[in-house]
């Protein structure tokens, strides 16, 4: 069965500190991948997503990247954060574009 | 006009109670449609899809109304366990657009 790994679940950060949460999928080939951040009291935000290997939309202008080094595995960065950035950082995949979504666990992050 | 609509609540109801949960978007090409649950600071799940025609899974009945844009979830029997966030969920050509939620509580 698949499954997908989110870490961590919980961080604290500085402001102006560098950030990289990472997402692995396991028990399927070629997902798409998602990045989403629900900051608080507010709804789901698409940050990014991916349909393979290095290709990546931003859905957003943002203090974030995101790369995809590997088929299944979906990295959120940033080189310096904001204040914010502080939110509930959830990766997610699909099968297809016509499929609902699996979420990690999320990660929270706070900067402070 | 938001992408996706949904009245926040929160919806209190007793057990037992039925309750309905309404949602509209925007954008008249979308294509897929769900309702997922999100628990609190737990991610979302999917809870069920929505068919044109009508679904139910359990105590759970979805509608689609793709001429008024138009979505609704009803849940009969409320158990405690209800008791969670409901997110309505709008897939337009590439990705999924999620409503802010709608907030239930179930009491004893």
């Known amino acids: 069965s698949q499954t997908i790994h989110q870490w961590p679940a919980t961080l604290v950060q500085p402001v102006g500190s560098p950030l990289s949460l990472e997402c692995t999928v396991e028990?399927?080939?070629?997902?798409?991948l998602y990045w989403y951040r629900q900051a608080a009291g507010r709804g789901l935000q698409l940050l990014f997503y991916?349909?393979?290997?290095?290709?990546i939309s931003s859905e957003v202008p943002q203090n974030l990247s995101a790369s995809r080094p590997q088929d299944r595995q979906f990295i959120l960065s940033s080189k310096k954060l904001l204040l914010s950035d502080s939110g509930f950082y959830l990766c997610a995949w699909s099968v297809s574009r016509t499929y609902g979504y699996t979420f990690g666990s999320g990660t929270r992050l706070t900067v402070v | 006009r938001k992408e996706v609509e949904q009245d926040p609540g929160p919806f209190n109801v007793p057990e037992g109670a039925t309750v309905a949960f309404n949602c509209t978007y925007s954008n008249s090409a979308s294509q897929s449609f769900f309702w997922y649950r999100q628990d609190c600071r737990k991610e979302p799940k999917l809870l069920m899809s929505?068919?044109?025609s009508g679904n139910e899974d359990g105590r759970f009945t979805a509608q689609l109304n793709r001429a008024s844009q138009y979505i609704s979830l009803l849940i009969r029997d409320s158990k405690l366990s209800d008791s969670a966030t409901y997110l309505c969920v709008v897939k337009g050509y590439s990705t999924l657009t999620f409503g802010k939620g709608t907030m239930l509580l179930v009491s004893p």
């Open positions: 028990g399927t080939s070629n997902p798409n």
């Open positions: 929505v068919y044109s």
């Open positions: 991916s349909v393979g290997i290095g290709q």
